[in-house]
């Protein structure tokens, strides 16, 4: 008896006959130990298979705390992201999936702590543009018709005519957000990097749970866009999707929300943060734009970042020509103001064109 099961044998009356005997015995053995190993393997598949198909779950530290599920780290992406995504997915295999950190070794990450500034460029957004900026020598390989764009901004800009965002209190957006001459901060955390720019309180938001983007499904476009990373060493690598359109500043060219940037930040210095961008837009680039940007410490006594209210120094208004006015002291200024379209008012007449195919919904 073995195993509960009872081998049964029959007698051999011949060298040949035992032979023949022994060697059915040994293949009934070796199947029935093969069978037994597939079951093990395929039991294993079924349990990774689940395991995969679970929701991933980003948990507090705190006992008792409910979770809350996001997207898993294979998230698809949509088809105008996959490129800079497998860059980002290349870099994270190279660093073997990347530093995990938890509360308990975060003394171990790295202090970025402090009030940090834009480090020269002025409002170009690649620091290495030669010239003016009015002399429109950007880095960027446009396509033709964001070329156009370009050039025709420039035109309006030079006849005294340019309308900002900014000007209706609204954001300045990402990628943009990289150039604003303000102060910011970069709060590191385990599970998540904010870094806030002191104009129009902008925080992006980086996750570094292990989570992946929002599914296309419940994508939609951000002023800060939806942004994933990892820590490879000291460095944190960042990926960001989903942005809504804009400029990548003044007298700069415009961006698509088919726009996404891949991002390598780490300190180069004990004063000197360096953001090392790459961009892709398949609308208004034709080729990868890839610029470095340093942020450097504000050593300024006192120097805080305070809530920006920006109604509280409007004093600009948009004329029926589309460019900026400003109402001094005294004056008095009437303004029409009818409903206006969430995603679109505060374009210029030449980014509603460009835009055309986004504006309302559309990709």
Known sequence: MTNNTTLHTKACHSPNECADLWRT??????????????????????????RDAAPFRSCPSVQGAGCVPEPGPDTP???????????????????????????ADYAKMPDWSGVWTRAGGGLKFDPAQPGNLSEGRTTAVLTPKYEAAYREKLRAVA??????????????????????PFLREF????????????QQSEARRVYTDGRGHLPES??????????????????????????THGQYQRQNPDYSQATSTLERIRMTGPNMI?????????????????????????????????????????NVVRTADGS???VLPGETVTVQR??????????????????EDEIGGGQ
């Open 159 to 180: 006849n005294k005519n340019e309308w900002d965002q900014l000007s209706d209190c609204l954001p300045s957006g990402y990628p943009r957000w990289l150039t604003e």
């Open 324 to 326: 900026t006015q400003f």
């Open 218 to 243: 419940e994508a939609k476009p951000l002023w800060t866009g939806d942004s994933i990373g990892f820590w490879d060493g000291d460095t944190l690598v960042v990926h960001t999707i989903s942005v």
């Open 187 to 198: 709060i590191v955390t385990p599970q998540e990097t904010w870094m806030i720019n002191e």
């Open 77 to 103: 992406v949509a088809p105008e992201y996959r490129e800079s995504y497998a860059a980002y997915a290349e870099m994270k295999t190279k660093a073997h999936g990347g530093t995990v950190h938890t509360r």
């Open 338 to 355: 009818a409903y206006r379209e969430p995603d679109s008012f505060y374009l210029t007449e030449a980014q509603r064109k460009l835009f």
């Open 25 to 50: 015995l040994r293949l009934a053995t070796w199947l029935a130990t093969a069978l037994a190993a597939y079951a093990v393997v395929d039991a294993q598949a079924a349990a990774q298979a689940a």
């Open 274 to 314: 360096e953001d090392d961008v790459t961009v892709w837009d398949p609308k208004g680039l034709k080729q990868p734009w890839h610029v470095v940007d340093h942020y450097a410490r504000v050593t300024t006594p006192n120097a805080r970042i305070d809530m920006w209210s920006c109604e509280d120094n409007n």
